[in-house]
């Protein structure tokens, strides 16, 4: 069973730029969540997606966005890149709430 | 908003001897997942906790969930090297709402 497939595994841009990261959940998973991950702040919750709708949200600015396609496959998207959004970008899916997540390897952004 | 923490930050032991890291929720929680990151990983999922005052146990690893569903711990008897990284506590006010996880426990285990 093949896991959580996330692409690209790392990216460089520039200030001011804007980004997509695609994320494949396991089969069947239809819930899926991102995260950003950085030293300072952990594991942020940035928005979760079930059956193509977004059901909870983090605090993050507008600049992020996302969405989820009718095969659970999810992006997310981050406009006007800025210095501080270089992070680890995790993306994690679950068959259930009874269940735990599965995460991917994550893709490294790096803004410079 | 929820808050879920973990104490301690950090922690270094000796090979064999035990571990145990604790974690605090602002609110009452559904239930709590535990997660382990390696250096360089992503988070994997350990365990997920639902009742009040459940109690979990996979080989050396024994988790627990409080009676009020507001905290939590993991220990671990005897650590072994192949338990280095980072452990992650998470929780949910309710099965449909955001999973949010603490900061961590970064374990490091000297041999």
């Known amino acids: 069973k093949a896991g959580v497939t996330q692409t690209p595994r790392y990216l460089i841009k520039t200030r001011g730029q804007q980004v997509t990261l695609s994320c494949s959940p396991i089969?069947?998973?239809?819930?899926v969540s991102w995260y950003q991950q950085t030293p300072g702040q952990g594991l942020q919750f940035l928005f979760e997606?079930?059956?193509?709708?977004?059901?909870n949200k983090g605090n993050f600015p507008g600049r992020f966005s996302g969405r989820q396609f009718s095969n659970s496959r999810s992006e997310m998207n981050v406009s006007t890149l800025e210095l501080g959004d270089s992070a680890l970008y995790l993306c994690?899916?679950?068959?259930?709430?009874?269940?735990?997540?599965?995460f991917g390897s994550g893709t490294r952004l790096t803004v410079v | 908003g929820q808050q879920v923490m973990q104490i301690p930050q950090y922690q270094h032991v000796q090979e064999g001897e035990d571990f145990t890291t604790y974690c605090n929720s602002s609110?009452?929680?559904?239930?709590i997942q535990w997660y382990k990151q390696r250096p360089g990983g992503h988070p994997v999922f350990l365990i997920q906790?639902?009742?009040?005052?459940e109690v979990k146990k996979q080989k050396r690893l024994t988790f627990q969930f409080g009676e009020a569903k507001k905290n939590s711990s993991l220990h671990i008897t005897a650590t072994q090297t192949t338990d280095v990284g980072t452990y992650f506590c998470?929780?949910?006010?309710?099965?449909?709402?955001?999973?949010?996880f603490g900061p961590g426990t970064s374990l490091s285990v000297i041999p």
């Open positions: 906790l639902v009742k009040s005052g």
């Open positions: 997606y079930f059956s193509e709708t977004q059901r």
């Open positions: 089969s069947g998973h239809r819930s």
């Open positions: 994690a899916s679950r068959a259930g709430t009874d269940y735990g997540y599965t």
């Open positions: 609110t009452t929680l559904s239930n």
């Open positions: 998470a929780g949910e006010k309710t099965s449909y709402d955001k999973v949010i």
